[in-house]
């Protein structure tokens, strides 16, 4: 993920993902200028209006298949 942004850039990242993927966006990568947003990805239509001129990545991931 890291290698993916750089200051400026905006992530779109699953409301509810893994620990460490939270850790990473909220804290280290914010210290670097990269915005973030955490959207329901059930409904298609959060992650549609999360999306910048500068989002540069989408993270989707189940750490809990029955929230997903």
Do not use: N
Not at 22 to 44: N, P, Q
Not at 45 to 54: D, F, N
Request: glycine share 4%.
């Amino acid at each position: 993920m890291i290698t993916c942004v750089v200051a400026g850039d905006h992530v779109v990242c699953v409301q509810k993902p893994y620990s460490w993927t939270r850790t990473l966006l909220a804290d280290l990568l914010a210290r670097f200028g990269i915005a973030h947003s955490f959207v329901d990805a059930r409904e298609l239509g959060q992650i549609e209006a999360a999306l910048t001129p500068r989002t540069r990545l989408i993270v989707l991931e189940t750490p809990q298949l029955i929230d997903f």
